[in-house]
């Protein structure tokens, strides 16, 4: 596509319109946010037990000393050799802000289906430093729908993102929020699909770029993503 070139008084008139726009849309996004943070939360009744590099760890040992806990629902399942090349994309930009996240009173795990020895070899390959455990033994994953059951498998359905959908694979990505009072674990949000876009620092930036994700003519959205020693 050619470029469009205009005198600089015309494209400051444009780039302030815009930016009306988006302000309009920082400040629904605040709103979006206070209203996420009032959500009432839930208990969490089941006693998860996870593969950790330190052993059998519970939920509730995953906060360390924080009253937070943010959970990456990593694709990686028992079979995989490899974790999920998009899920990977998103991986890429955990360990820098794990620091922010500590002082802001928030721990940070990936969790996924995949043995730990798997996982563990992956995050070695990648040159991750972020925390990851095994679900293989509990049914976390498939409690907090990122894992559909044998049945949904077999009917081509799951839930997903509160609704029924058709199953693409047996394991999806989600982000799931939880918080601690005591020894009382609650899970207070989750988000999926679209709605982790806004934890991908790349794309935040690639969407300013005048060809913005560039996708249209793709088989599927991200169809380009390879793991970062892939491309």
Same mark, same amino acid.
């Given at each position: 596509?050619? =470029?469009?070139?205009?005198?600089?008084?015309?494209?400051?008139?444009?780039?302030?319109?815009?930016?009306?726009?988006?302000?309009?849309?920082? /400040? &629904?996004?605040?709103?979006?946010?206070?209203?996420? /943070?009032?959500?009432?939360?839930?208990?969490?009744?089941?006693? +998860?037990?996870? %593969?950790s590099v330190d052993g059998p760890v519970s939920l509730l040992d995953l906060f360390g000393d924080?009253? @937070? $806990? =943010?959970? @990456?629902?990593?694709?990686?399942?028992?079979?995989?050799?490899?974790? *999920?090349? =998009? *899920?990977?994309?998103?991986?890429d930009g955990y360990d820098p802000m794990i620091v922010h996240m500590n002082h802001r009173d928030a721990a940070f795990v990936a969790v996924s289906r995949g043995p730990l020895e798997k996982l563990q070899a992956y995050r070695q390959r990648m040159g991750w430093g972020f925390n990851w455990v095994s679900s293989a033994a509990n049914s976390f994953n498939f409690d907090y729908g990122v894992t559909a059951t044998d049945e949904e498998m077999a009917t081509g359905t799951m839930n997903y993102n509160y609704q029924q959908t058709s199953v693409r694979s047996q394991e999806s990505p989600g982000?799931?929020?939880? @918080? /601690?009072?005591?020894?009382?674990?609650?899970?207070? +949000?989750?988000?999926?699909?679209?709605?982790?876009? !806004? &934890?991908?620092?790349? +794309?935040?930036? =690639? %969407? $300013?770029?005048?060809?913005?994700? %560039?996708?249209?003519?793709?088989?599927?959205? &991200?169809?380009?993503? !390879?793991?970062?020693?892939? +491309?």
């Open positions: 596509m050619a =470029i469009e070139s205009v005198d600089s008084e015309t494209w400051l008139a444009a780039r302030r319109t815009l930016l009306a726009k988006e302000k309009e849309l920082a /400040r &629904m996004a605040d709103e979006l946010a206070e209203a996420r /943070r009032a959500l009432p939360a839930t208990l969490v009744e089941k006693d +998860y037990v996870f %593969d924080h009253s @937070q $806990l =943010i959970v @990456q629902h990593f694709m990686f399942g028992p079979e995989a050799e490899e974790g *999920c090349p =998009i *899920c990977s994309f998103w991986a982000t799931s929020i939880f @918080q /601690r009072e005591g020894d009382k674990v609650f899970h207070t +949000y989750s988000s999926y699909s679209r709605g982790m876009d !806004r &934890m991908n620092a790349a +794309y935040a930036y =690639i %969407d $300013l770029l005048p060809k913005g994700r %560039d996708e249209g003519e793709l088989p599927f959205p &991200m169809a380009w993503v !390879r793991r970062h020693d892939n +491309y």
